[in-house]
Every structure is written in structure tokens, then in C-alpha cells.
């Protein structure tokens, strides 16, 4: 089956996130001041053949991590799987 899967990467809550804090300040707070908290990430998606939607994810997450599309010490990731 065809699926797709999106990674996303952001930094992990410990992290300082000044492409985040600087949106947060200078845009966010204009228009809106119940938006606690502002983070920005990475966003990858794939269109991959798996057998089913564990496989698919799990492929997705090893070409993250042995491609070193994250660094894992600052970033942690997510990924969400559809079929097509």
C-alpha cells in the first residue's frame, strides 16, 4: 500500500527556540495574547510503499535517525502516517 508520512522535527522543550520567541514577539503578540508559546520545525513528507502503516512509519524513522535528518541530542521528532 502507499502511505504517507510526515516527519516533523522541532527542538525539545529544553531547547531555546529564537526563530520561535522572535515570531512569538514580533507577530504573534499582535494579534492575539492567549498564544503562550511559539516553537518552528521541519517539515518532511514522504509517499512510500509499506505494507502497512507500522512499516511505513518505522522506515521513515530509521532514515531520520541513520540519516541524521535530526540531530537527536537538541531535536526530537514526530511522525504522522496516512495512506494515500
Known sequence: MK?????I???K???RD???ETIQRYVIEKYANNIIETRVGKYIQF???ANNEEDAKNLIEKIAREGRLYNPI?????ARVRKE
Open 18 to 20: 529564537p526563530e520561535g
Open 3 to 7: 502511505y504517507y508520512v510526515e516527519l
Open 74 to 78: 537538541v531535536h526530537k521528532i514526530f
Open 13 to 15: 522543550d529544553s531547547v
Open 9 to 11: 522535527i522541532i527542538n
Open 47 to 49: 509517499k512510500i510503499e
